[in-house]
């Protein structure tokens, strides 16, 4: 995310917060901003670390979990389950409200992107699901493959 998109995410988390009645605290956003700035998923560690290491701030993993569930509960992060990793959500200063989170994983990089897909491809998944007997716990897909900058790379 651009510098821009960052303060402009951060606005609205701000807001979103101030709405809900709920404190949008100096290291809530502090974690929130690493992961609007990282293009990759990120563990509590590892934002533990990244705090400690770049921004000078004592957060210990388990004070960063506390902080991820907040922010998830509140719709600013996601959760990849196949990796226990976090990312901003990319729809935050969104005017449209989303019916579920598609993301693409690279193996190689941990690289994310939040991509939607129509309504109607989502439903005939849904369908297809419900027609052999499973019934969908969450509305996230998850798809790993390799992005175009690891792709590129393995081509050199």
């Known amino acids: 995310m651009r510098d821009k ?3 402009k995410a951060l ?3 701000e807001r979103h ?3 809900k009645g709920v404190r949008f605290t100096v290291k809530r956003k502090l974690v929130f901003e690493v992961l609007l700035k990282s293009d990759r998923s990120l563990s509590a560690y590892e934002l ?4 400690r290491s770049e921004q000078g701030s004592e957060l210990l993993p388990m004070s960063v979990y506390r902080i991820l569930d907040f922010l998830e509960n509140e719709g600013l992060v996601h959760r990849l389950k196949t990796t226990n990793k976090f990312i901003a959500c990319s729809h ?3 005017a449209h409200e989303h019916q579920a989170w598609q993301f693409l994983i690279c193996q190689n990089c941990d690289k994310v992107k ?5 309504k109607s491809i989502v439903n005939k998944i ?4 419900h027609d052999v007997g499973f019934h969908i716990a969450g509305r996230q897909l998850e ?10 790379s393995r081509d050199h």
Not at 114 to 118: G, N, T
Not at 126 to 129: C, E
Not at 143 to 152: A, N
Request: aromatic share 2%.
């Open 5 to 7: 998109e960052i303060k």
């Open 11 to 13: 606005v609205e988390a």
């Open 17 to 19: 917060c101030s709405e």
């Open 48 to 51: 533990a670390d990244y705090c």
């Open 92 to 94: 935050i200063s969104c």
């Open 114 to 118: 939040e991509v939607d897909l129509e």
């Open 126 to 129: 849904a369908d297809a699901i």
């Open 143 to 152: 798809l790993e493959g390799v992005c175009s900058d690891c792709s590129v």
